[in-house]
C-alpha cells in the first residue's frame, strides 16, 4: 500500500484478555517504531526495529508487552493479560533513512485499544 | 541519552498572527535530523518541516519556518499567517541515523478566529 497500515483501527477488550495489533509499514522501509500516545499527551517510545531486528526494546513497560517483525515487513505488538492502564493510542510509523534529505517517519492511523 | 524538550504545553493566537514553538534537544551525536510533526484532532501524525544537522541554512516550507542553532542545541518552528487549520498538537522530534525517533511531548496549538 501507499502509507502505513495499522489494524484494527479501534479495539475493546476485556481486563486479562490478550490482544494483537498489527503494523503493515512503507514497502521498502528497514525502520519500523512503535509508540504509545495516552489521551492528549505525547509519543512514548515502545520499540524500534531494524529489519527484523529490535535493537531497543527499552520502552517496552512491562513484560507483559512484546513485539516481533517478520520478512522485515509487518510487525505485530502483542499486549497480554491486558490492564485498564493500556487503553490508549498505538501508533506505528517506517523510516526509509533516504540519506538524501528526504529522511522522515511515516506514520499509521493508530489503533485505538480500550479496556473494560 | 537523547532527549527534547518542548517547554511550552499549550498556546494560543488570533488567526493571522504568528506564532513561534520552542524546542530543545540534548545529544552527543555531529549528524543527525530534526523534525516537526502536526496532529490534528484525526491524529494522523503528518510532517511538517525536516532540518538536517549538517545543513545550516534553515528550511522552510510555505508559512512554516525553523530557526535552528546548532551549538544551542535548539530548533524552534515559526508559523506565519496562522490559520485555522493550523490548530494542532505540534511535536518536535530527533532522530539519528538507524537509531529511534525521539519526540517531545507536544505543544497543543489552538488558533482563534
Known amino acids: 500500500g501507499a502509507g502505513v497500515s495499522q489494524s484494527p483501527s479501534n479495539k475493546v477488550t476485556e481486563k486479562g484478555k490478550d490482544v494483537e495489533l498489527r503494523c503493515d509499514p512503507i514497502s521498502g522501509h528497514t525502520a519500523l517504531y512503535w509508540y504509545r500516545q495516552s489521551l492528549g499527551q505525547g509519543l512514548e517510545f515502545l520499540i524500534y526495529?531494524?529489519?527484523?531486528?529490535?535493537?531497543?526494546k527499552s520502552g517496552l513497560p512491562s513484560d507483559r508487552f512484546s513485539a516481533e517483525r517478520t520478512g522485515g515487513s509487518v510487525s505485530t505488538l502483542t499486549i497480554q493479560r491486558t490492564q485498564q492502564e493500556d487503553s490508549a493510542v498505538y501508533l506505528c510509523?517506517?523510516?526509509?533513512?533516504?540519506?538524501?534529505?528526504?529522511?522522515?517517519?511515516?506514520f499509521g492511523q493508530g489503533t485505538r485499544l480500550t479496556v473494560v | 541519552a537523547q532527549t527534547v524538550t518542548q517547554s511550552q504545553p499549550e498556546m494560543s493566537v488570533q488567526e493571522a498572527e504568528t506564532v513561534t514553538l520552542s524546542c530543545t534537544y540534548d545529544?552527543?551525536?555531529?549528524?543527525?535530523?530534526l523534525f516537526w510533526y502536526k496532529q490534528p484532532p484525526s491524529r494522523q501524525m503528518i510532517l511538517v518541516i525536516r532540518q538536517e544537522a549538517y545543513k545550516q541554512q534553515n528550511a522552510t516550507e510555505n508559512r512554516f519556518s525553523v530557526n535552528f542553532q546548532k551549538a544551542a542545541k535548539s530548533f524552534s518552528l515559526k508559523i506565519s499567517d496562522s490559520q485555522l487549520g493550523d490548530t494542532a498538537m505540534y511535536f518536535c522530534?530527533?532522530?539519528?541515523?538507524?537509531?529511534?525517533?525521539?519526540f517531545g511531548k507536544g505543544t497543543r496549538l489552538h488558533i482563534l478566529p
Open positions: 545529544t552527543s551525536e555531529n549528524n543527525y535530523y
Open positions: 526495529f531494524q529489519g527484523n531486528s529490535a535493537p531497543d
Open positions: 522530534a530527533f532522530m539519528t541515523d538507524n537509531d529511534k525517533i525521539i
Open positions: 510509523a517506517s523510516s526509509n533513512f533516504a540519506g538524501d534529505g528526504n529522511t522522515e517517519a511515516f
